[in-house]
């Protein structure tokens, strides 16, 4: 049963009772100190508010300015399908001298051919010029919301959980291996990731129903995604952009990848099911349990599922699925991702006959539940802009392929994927992280004996595992703040999955090195 302590009630007849059974929790904590384990290490660190934290991290790199040498690149553009990028030019690095003085540490001062480390107008213009560079995924962010509450006010997105709720009620495992693979295979194939934010509320209804805690809810919505991102079978913005840059015929190496992906995905799974069944045996095994007042007011309200519904869901899908096509074949951004939802939202309305007042309000408030999400992407950007202000970013790189020059063929893919996985805190951005690296990784695979494949599998593992657990992913960050779960009790529940997914990254890459691949 959905309900605690058991009873033959529906679960959507029960709201009061998680109350109940959070009380209930809390009591056994109390009286039951014995059974909570002793406070490790992740349980005593304390991660402030998210803004606070990037703010952090954007003031120490622009202090590194000063510090690191500057150095760069020369770059080009290139074109990759239908997508344009600059890339940095193998082999001209250049140390650059540094420029300071009164007025650069204040206002910056530009001087031909020395770099100017960041000067306080550059460190406070930071998080602005970091959110008007990802404006267009600050925008869908929003849109993205405004059209979900839309279609929820329609109450599609009730009855569909209803029916699923009643269809798995008592099989929440099924239920999790099917959203998690679903997932999966749009984040390996179509680089799914912003577009799920909006979701989390809903999934989080969905654990609370179960009887899960929000850790699982988000798990549902974010993980299944994000392995999958990883695993980058034909993910247009990470495998794809970074076999180009390689010159590797695209989508090549897909059995490989395909295996990978099966093997990760399992085991991401049962880490899941083991964690949810931890939590149905003892309640207080929760991470982040949910409160009285946790995600809504109730209980989810009962609705039937109709046809108005069923066909608002189809062309929802429909013209989702047409975008990302056309993404592949016309060469389609976020810009047009963001009109087709609002088209997506319109036909809503359409088919619902919802009053336009109530859809415009419904729209006002989904962009309100936004605002976190979307402003934690910009401030995320506002490392890098710093890091290209010093222009230290290029020093970083160059450093890294001096020292895997000086290993092993083996001991070199995997020192590859630490330092992809390290790179990721400085660019969370998976098709930026590939035009500034494979440009390097790719010649350096080829002094070290390296398949250039094997490069791309590195860069592709090293970005996407770590994206689930570094704080300046402004995906991770923004939909964590949705689900109201502190960073570091995220890290309780996902760091150690962290290692075993590395582990079996590395496991592959010594594969991949073994078989030539």
Request: positive net charge.
């Amino acid at each position: 049963m959905l309900c605690y302590p058991p009873t033959t009630e529906p679960a959507f007849l029960c709201p009061f009772r998680a109350g109940a059974r959070v009380r209930a929790f809390r009591w056994k904590r109390q009286t039951n100190p014995g059974r909570i384990m002793a406070p490790s290490i992740l349980k005593k660190i304390r991660i402030p508010h998210v803004f606070v934290l990037l703010a952090g991290v954007i003031f120490v790199v622009s202090v590194l300015t000063y510090v690191v040498p500057s150095g760069t690149y020369e770059r080009t553009e290139i074109t990759v399908g239908k997508l344009t990028r600059t890339v940095v030019v193998p082999g001209t690095y250049e140390h650059v001298p540094k420029h300071i003085s009164p007025e650069s540490v204040i206002l910056g001062e530009e001087v031909e051919g020395k770099a100017t480390p960041v000067s306080i107008v550059g460190l406070i213009s930071a998080i602005p010029r970091g959110l008007e560079r990802v404006a267009d995924i600050v925008f869908l962010i929003f849109i993205c919301g405004g059209v979900i509450s839309v279609i929820n006010r329609t109450g599609t997105i009730t009855a569909i959980i209803h029916a699923l709720l009643t269809r798995f009620s008592g099989s929440g495992p099924i239920l999790t291996v099917v959203i998690m693979a679903a997932g999966a295979a749009g984040g390996s194939t179509i680089g799914m990731g912003e577009e799920l934010i909006p979701l989390v509320p809903i999934f989080l209804l969905v654990s609370r129903q179960l009887g899960y805690d929000r850790v699982y809810g988000f798990v549902l919505v974010f993980l299944g995604a994000d392995v999958g991102f990883a695993a980058a079978t034909t993910n247009p913005f990470t495998v794809q952009i970074a076999q180009g840059i390689a010159e590797v015929p695209l989508l090549s190496g897909l059995r490989f990848r395909l295996v990978f992906m099966v093997v990760i995905l399992t085991t991401a799974i049962i880490y899941v099911l083991r964690y949810g069944r931890g939590i149905k045996k003892d309640p207080s095994k929760a991470i982040v349990p949910f409160e009285d007042d946790a995600v809504s007011a109730g209980g989810i309200e009962v609705v039937k599922l109709k046809a108005a519904h069923v066909w608002i869901l189809l062309q929802a899908v429909v013209i989702f699925a047409l975008m990302l096509i056309l993404m592949q074949l016309r060469g389609w951004w976020l810009n047009e991702m963001s009109g087709g939802f609002i088209l997506m939202g319109v036909v809503a309305v359409l088919i619902s006959r919802l009053p336009v007042s109530e859809a415009v309000k419904a729209f006002i408030k989904g962009m309100e539940e936004m605002v976190v999400a979307a402003m934690v992407v910009g401030f995320a950007r506002g490392i890098e802009v710093v890091l290209s202000d010093g222009q230290i970013l290029d020093t970083v790189i160059h450093g890294a392929g001096a020292v895997l020059q000086k290993t092993s063929t083996v001991f070199a893919a995997e020192g590859m994927l630490v330092f992809q996985s390290i790179l990721n805190f400085f660019i969370p951005s998976g098709s930026g992280q590939a035009a500034v690296t494979m440009p390097l990784m790719a010649p350096l695979s080829d002094i070290l004996g390296i398949t250039r494949q094997t490069a791309v599998f590195a860069f592709t593992c090293g970005d996407g595992f770590s994206n689930s657990i570094v704080p300046t992913g402004g995906v991770l960050m923004g939909m964590l703040a949705l689900s109201k779960i502190p960073y570091e009790k995220w890290l309780r529940f996902m760091f150690p999955l962290f290692l075993i997914l590395m582990g079996w990254s590395a496991v592959f890459l010594a594969i991949a090195v073994a078989i030539n691949y």
